[in-house]
């Protein structure tokens, strides 16, 4: 029976150094082994043989990105001004090896040379700066601290300032200062709006003005033209009368036999006195034309 029980011992025994034995490394992961506390290789992902007591994993480093949420920093700016900045820091990890042996710990050394850092850009800048110019300080400590973390296998990727806080009596002139900004910018854009307003209200009056000139302009030419087109007419009936008179073949024969009717009209009438024209004498005279005109027979010589 005790045979037995030791039989198990040994077999759970194997079991378990075999279980301690394999070692799978996940994708993106490498280990560090040590040979009797010295650096022998590194493994990356797959399937390993780990010799108990005279090996050892020394470090993990995972090659996936990383991100640092270091606490607040007060830092003092050029102008003396007091302001808590937030820094986040993203990182990867090149070198197994460098980041196992490069410093003590390194997130811990990043943490703190981050602040260092900051504290040194944002001294040479005055507020305003800092305030404007965030993308310029996370480049610049984005630059800094990957040249400085080289030696501990991290490769710095970007860093970002998560919040910038100014103290509270600087907040409080900042928003009046924006208020006044704001009231300045609304005022203006009044002043110029009622200044447009009045300009477009002058040139819709010349306009109109325009339009009534150019309309009372229009008119007149208008009636002068009607009243030219009027005299026109009148001349043109007046020309085709006459032209229909010589289409007519009367003449001065005619137009005195006209005469000598209207005398004998006169003649015939009530009226006590008889007005003979002055140039009876003439009119007699054309009676032969007349008798031509009304083809009646001519005296023989």
């Not at 300009?199 to 007149?220: H, I, N």
């Not at 009243?227 to 032209?243: F, H, V």
């Amino acid at each position: 029976m005790g045979w037995i029980i030791l039989l198990v011992i040994v077999v759970v025994l194997i079991i378990a150094l075999i279980f301690y034995m394999v070692r799978i490394v996940p994708q993106t992961e490498e280990y560090v082994i040590e040979f009797l506390g010295k650096y022998q290789t590194t493994w990356s992902a797959g399937i390993h043989f780990l010799i108990p007591i005279v090996q050892r994993v020394a470090s993990r480093a995972s090659f996936k990105e990383q991100c640092a949420d270091f606490e607040p920093q007060n830092v003092i700016t050029k102008d003396n001004v007091t302001v808590s900045v937030d820094t986040v820091v993203y990182f990867k990890i090149f070198d197994a090896k460098l980041f196992a042996y490069g410093a003590e710990n390194p997130l811990f050394a990043l943490e703190n040379l981050s602040a260092t850092t900051l504290r040194n850009k944002i001294g040479e800048m005055n507020l305003d700066e800092v305030l404007t110019s965030r993308d310029a300080i996370n480049e610049n400590l984005k630059q800094i601290l990957d040249e400085a973390t080289d030696p501990w296998g991290i490769n710095v990727t970007r860093v970002e300032l998560k919040n910038i806080e100014p103290p509270l009596e600087i907040k409080n002139a900042m928003e009046k200062q924006m208020k006044a900004e704001r009231e300045k910018r609304a005022t203006i854009l009044d002043a110029e709006a009622h200044q447009e307003s009045v300009v477009k209200k002058a040139e819709g009056d010349a306009l109109a003005l325009v339009k009534a000139a150019e309309a009372q302009r229009d008119a007149e030419i208008a009636k002068a033209e009607g009243k030219a087109e009027a005299i026109r007419k009148i001349y043109e009936a007046e020309a085709q009368g006459l032209e229909r008179l010589k289409e007519a073949a009367i003449d001065k024969g005619v137009l005195s036999l006209k005469a000598l009717e209207a005398l004998k009209e006169l003649g015939d009438g009530q009226a006590t006195k008889l007005i003979v024209p002055t140039d009876l004498t003439k009119t007699v005279s054309d009676l032969s034309v007349v008798a031509e005109i009304l083809d009646l027979p001519k005296d023989k010589k």
